[in-house]
């Protein structure tokens, strides 16, 4: 069992919006910034969203991430193809001292 | 262009021992913590280690704790995990990544990964 909680799967169809829950406690988002990593298979994950909301550079708007209390998401807008992917969510955990990551979440587009 | 090689994977039996490497270029890696994270066949990513940038502060997932050594040395420009008494469930791959947040698992550049596969 992971630390931060996600979906197991989510879906969508292109050109949808799509929304993506990270749930976690006190000691870990509610204490520390949240960061969103994607990995296309077959491929190491890549730093999709930093700090809560912020997206580094040569990451498409499309998408976003929010914070509030101890719960994080990520949303994806205009859904496409190539955004099929397993989407992971990470956070300090000031507790356990560490780093701790979600379960992940497998998008399909449909 | 920022790049981290990883190294060492291989075929271990359980209770043996492994060194990876992690070789970096493209940054001034004294200036960055770095941090080694694995992934088991088919299941999600977990955190297994960070340094700070000095070597100062070291951190492990319970789940290595006594078994496993996160060191760096800033003149090669290099990260190791040395791995001790490991298990089945070590299995993995194992990617070092450079993090741009001491004590933030804000990873912002990945190596390609090692394979370690623990097994009779």
């Known amino acids: 069992q992971s630390v931060l909680t996600q979906p197991p799967s989510a879906s969508g169809t292109p050109g949808q919006r799509v929304t993506i829950s990270c749930s976690g406690s006190?000691?870990?988002?509610?204490?520390?910034?949240v960061n969103w990593y994607q990995q296309l298979p077959g491929t190491a994950p890549k730093l999709l969203i930093y700090?809560?909301?912020q997206r580094p550079s040569g990451v498409p708007d499309r998408f976003s991430g929010s914070k509030s209390g101890t719960s994080a998401s990520l949303a994806i807008s205009g859904l496409q193809s190539e955004d099929e992917a397993d989407y992971y969510c990470?956070?300090?955990?000031?507790?356990?001292?560490?780093?701790?990551f979600g379960g992940g979440t497998k998008l399909t587009v449909l | 262009e920022v790049q981290l090689v990883e190294s060492g994977g291989g075929l271990v039996k359980p209770g043996g021992s492994l060194r990876l490497s992690c070789a970096a270029s493209?940054?001034?890696?004294?200036?960055?913590?770095m941090n080694w994270v694995r992934q088991a066949p088919g299941k999600g990513l977990e955190w297994v280690s960070s340094?700070?940038?000095?070597?100062?502060?070291?951190y492990y997932a319970d789940s290595v704790k006594g078994r496993f050594t996160i060191s760096r040395d800033n003149a090669k420009n290099s990260l190791y995990l040395q791995m001790n008494s490991l298990r089945a469930e070590d299995t993995a791959v194992y990617y070092c990544?450079?993090?741009?947040?001491?004590?933030?698992?804000?990873?912002?550049?990945w190596g390609q990964g090692t394979l370690v596969t623990v097994s009779s």
């Open positions: 493209g940054f001034t890696f004294s200036s960055y913590s």
């Open positions: 340094i700070s940038s000095s070597s100062s502060y070291i």
């Open positions: 990470a956070a300090w955990d000031d507790s356990l001292n560490g780093g701790v």
């Open positions: 990544a450079r993090d741009a947040k001491v004590r933030g698992v804000r990873l912002d550049y």
């Open positions: 006190s000691s870990n988002i509610g204490s520390n910034t």
């Open positions: 700090s809560n909301n």
